[in-house]
């Protein structure tokens, strides 16, 4: 198991791409936080964790919130005795709002999806310090290295402010043994499927992947379990696409 005995929080971890690395985690060995505003869906996926065999405690957070986060580390190094790994997954979509020009916006996406990701190093890595070590890993996006014209340039700023923290965090936290990088997700079902309705707005979107084709959520877990786990050792300030090709053109 790619993460026997390691404790890890995810945020957002209750919905989407959250909860399938907090069950992906969960089933490589990991005691899994699941921190996140919605409790019910929260508790669902601490459920389906529990029923599964594994471990995990839902923990209400909202990571705009600096005292929550506080409150969050401790609960979890109160009931797990340590803190080994953090996803910053947590966020908010720039495509649902609709005027661009809005800075209620701005701040907004810059609060939720990238403040909050300042907050959760503070708060995660002098627990990891004294574990020895951890590995950090910042969803971004492919919206945090290339503009589009369906989002609010917020959502850009917060993304792109996730992807060089990151390598900023990385480079001052490296001779500690705490390794931090991003994934950056293209296309995903929960936007695909909840936002971008319209088919034809749809079928442009899928015109700019390569592949062809939306990705999986499990296909992103997989990509953040591997530089959460020790197979990714000597990876640090890495920005893995996860995108089905849509920046390498
Ligand atoms: P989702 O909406 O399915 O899930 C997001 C989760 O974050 C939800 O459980 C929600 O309750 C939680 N959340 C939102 N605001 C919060 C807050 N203030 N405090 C705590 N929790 C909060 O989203 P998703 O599509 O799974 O996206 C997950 C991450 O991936 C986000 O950071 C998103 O920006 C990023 N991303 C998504 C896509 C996509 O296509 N869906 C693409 C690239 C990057």
Redesign the pocket.
Known sequence: MRLEGKVAIV?????????AEAKLFAREGARVVI????EE??RRVEAEIAEAGGEAMFVQ????DETAWESAVQQTVARFGRLDVLVN?????GSRETDFRSTDAWDRLMS??AR?VFLGMKYAIPEMQKAGGGAIVN?????GIVGQDYVHPGYNAS?GAVRIVTKAAAVQHAREGIRVNSV?????????GSENRDPAQRQASLANVPMGRPGE?DEVANAVLFLASDAASYITGAELVVDGGFTAR
């Open positions: 945020t957002g971890g209750a919905h989407g791409m959250g909860a921190a996140d505003i919605r869906d929260g957070l909202n990571v705009a997954n947590a966020g908010i979509s939720i999806n909050s969803i971004s996006s492919i919206s993304k950056h997700p293209g296309m995903m079902p929960p936007m695909l959520v």
